[in-house]
C-alpha cells in the first residue's frame, strides 16, 4: 500500500488540499463500459495525491479485478457446481445426468495451480482494502455507481453478456435488500422480449463510508481463502476436486461413473465422493502465521464495521444509501435502520471481539466447558473438521471460562430476530 497508512495520509492532510478529480467524474462510465482499467496509471497518481474518490475508484478496480481473473480462472480450467440424479431429487435441481463444464475445451488443473488461483485473489483483495481504507480521510464525496450496470467479463471471451455484472455477485445482499438478480440468456429455442416497464434503478450513492464498508467486505471475501492457504488440502483436492473441476484433468475424473452400489451408477459414485472428502478434511498446518493472521483479519473486520458506523452516523445527506443511519431513508423495502437496531450491531461486534480474542468461549455440544478459539488459532498444527466436530479433535482447546450463549447475543437477537443473516450481509 506505498507504505503510508490511513493515520499517515490523515497527518499529511491539510484542510481543503483535496478535490473531486477527473477520475471520481469517470468512474462510473468506465465501470459500466468495463474501461476502468485504462485509467488505472491516473487514479493512483492521483490516490496518492490523497484525493479520496481516485482510492475509491482504484479500490473498485482491484474488487473487480480480483472476480475477473479469479472467474476467468475457474472458467478456464472448467468449473462447475457438482450434480448427481440423487442430489437433484433431495435438492429439486432437476433430474439430469452430472452437470458438465461451461467452458467446453477447459485446460488441466494442478494442486498447486489452484493455490497459485487462491493466492491471487485474496492479495487482490487485499490489495482493494488498502485502497478502500484511503478514502476514509479526505474530501467527502459521492458516486452514483447502478450495480447492475456494472459489467464484468467472467468467463473470459472478451465480451461482457447478460448476467455478468457486479450485482451477480451481490445475490446474496440482493435476496435481503430486494435488488433482483441480472437476467441471464434466454432459454435455448426462445426469444427474449424485453419487457415494457422501465428497468428498476438500483443507483447506490457510494460514499466514504462505503469505502469502508467495501474494505470490509474485501476483506470477509478474501478470508475464507486465506483460511485454506494457511493449510495442505491436496488429499482434499485429489479425493474430490473432479467433481467441481470435472474435465480437468484431477487424479478420480476418468472413475466419476462406477458400477452401481445402491442407487445408481452416477449418484452412488457421488455419494462415494462425498465420504473421501469428509475423510480428507484433515488439512495438516503448512503456515501457522497465515493461520494466525486469519484472527487478525477477523478483528480488521469488526473493527472496520465499527469505522464504518462512525462514519455513518456521522453523515448529513441522504443520497442512495448503501447502509442508512437512523437519519437516512432505507433502500430495503419495509426496514429502517434504528438507533437501537445500530446499538444491537455494535453491541454483536463487542461480542465477537471478545470472542477473537478468548475472552468468550464457544460453545462446544459435547463439552460443559468451552472452545477456545483463540488457541486454535494461535497453537493449532491440523485442522480436521470431523474430529474438532466429534470432540477429540477440540480438546487442546476447551476450557473453564465464560461461554458465548443466547444471552451474549441478547441484543442481536432482540432486534434482528430471525433476520439477523439478512442484516449480517448487509451491514457487513
Not at 64 to 78: D, I, K, S
Not at 115 to 126: K, M, W
Not at 240 to 263: C, I, K, N, W
Amino acid at each position: 500500500m506505498r507504505g503510508l497508512t490511513v493515520a499517515a495520509m490523515a497527518a499529511l492532510l491539510l484542510p481543503g488540499a483535496t478535490s473531486a478529480t477527473e477520475v471520481g467524474d469517470q468512474l462510473a462510465q468506465r465501470l459500466y463500459d468495463g474501461t476502468l482499467a485504462e485509467i488505472g496509471d491516473l487514479a493512483l497518481q492521483r490516490c496518492d495525491e490523497y484525493h479520496t474518490d481516485a482510492c475509491f475508484a482504484l479500490g473498485m478496480l482491484d474488487l473487480v479485478t480480483a472476480y475477473e481473473r479469479t472467474a476467468q480462472a475457474l472458467y478456464r480450467h472448467g468449473a462447475t457446481a457438482p450434480n448427481s440424479p440423487a442430489m437433484a431429487m433431495l435438492f429439486g435441481m432437476g433430474i439430469d445426468a452430472p452437470a458438465r463444464p461451461a467452458n467446453p475445451d477447459p485446460e488441466p488443473l494442478t494442486y498447486d495451480g489452484l493455490v497459485a488461483i487462491l493466492e491471487d485473489f485474496a492479495s487482490t483483495l487485499d490489495v482493494a482494502a488498502g485502497h478502500f481504507q484511503m478514502a476514509e480521510v479526505g474530501t467527502d464525496f459521492v458516486i452514483p455507481i447502478d450495480p447492475l450496470k456494472v459489467r464484468i467479463d467472467l468467463d473470459g471471451n472478451g465480451t461482457v453478456e447478460a448476467g455478468e455484472t457486479l450485482a451477480s455477485l451481490l445475490v446474496p445482499l440482493g435476496e435481503f435488500t430486494d435488488i433482483p438478480a441480472p437476467d441471464g440468456p434466454p432459454p435455448s429455442g426462445k426469444n427474449k422480449t424485453p419487457p415494457e416497464a422501465a428497468a428498476p434503478d438500483l443507483t447506490i450513492g457510494f460514499d466514504n463510508a462505503d469505502a469502508i464498508w467495501l474494505a470490509g467486505y474485501s476483506t470477509i471475501i478474501s478470508t475464507p481463502a486465506e483460511l485454506l492457504l494457511a493449510h495442505d488440502f491436496s488429499q482434499f483436492y485429489d479425493a474430490y476436486l473432479h467433481r467441481v473441476f470435472p474435465e480437468a484433468g484431477l487424479p478420480m475424473q476418468d472413475y466419476s461413473r462406477g458400477g452401481t452400489l445402491f442407487m445408481d451408477p452416477d449418484s452412488d459414485t457421488f455419494i462415494a465422493d462425498i465420504v473421501a472428502a469428509i475423510h480428507t478434511v484433515d488439512f495438516p498446518v503448512t503456515d501457522a502465521a497465515r493461520l494466525a493472521g486469519v484472527r487478525e483479519r477477523l478483528l480488521s473486520i469488526t473493527a472496520l464495521s465499527r469505522k464504518n458506523w462512525e462514519m455513518i452516523l456521522a453523515e448529513t445527506d441522504d443520497d442512495h444509501e448503501l447502509v442508512p443511519g437512523p437519519q437516512q431513508t432505507s433502500l430495503v423495502p419495509d426496514t429502517p435502520v434504528t438507533q437501537e437496531t445500530v446499538d444491537a450491531w455494535l453491541a454483536t461486534l463487542d461480542t465477537l471481539d471478545r470472542i477473537l480474542t478468548g475472552e468468550l468461549l464457544l460453545p462446544h455440544w459435547r463439552f460443559k466447558q468451552g472452545f477456545d478459539l483463540k488457541a486454535y488459532f494461535d497453537t493449532a498444527t491440523e485442522t480436521d473438521l470431523v474430529m474438532l466436530f466429534t470432540g477429540l479433535g477440540a480438546l487442546p482447546y476447551i476450557k473453564e471460562g465464560p461461554i458465548a450463549d443466547a444471552q451474549a447475543f441478547a441484543d442481536a437477537n432482540r432486534v434482528f430476530g430471525e433476520n439477523w443473516p439478512g442484516f449480517a450481509l448487509w451491514f457487513n
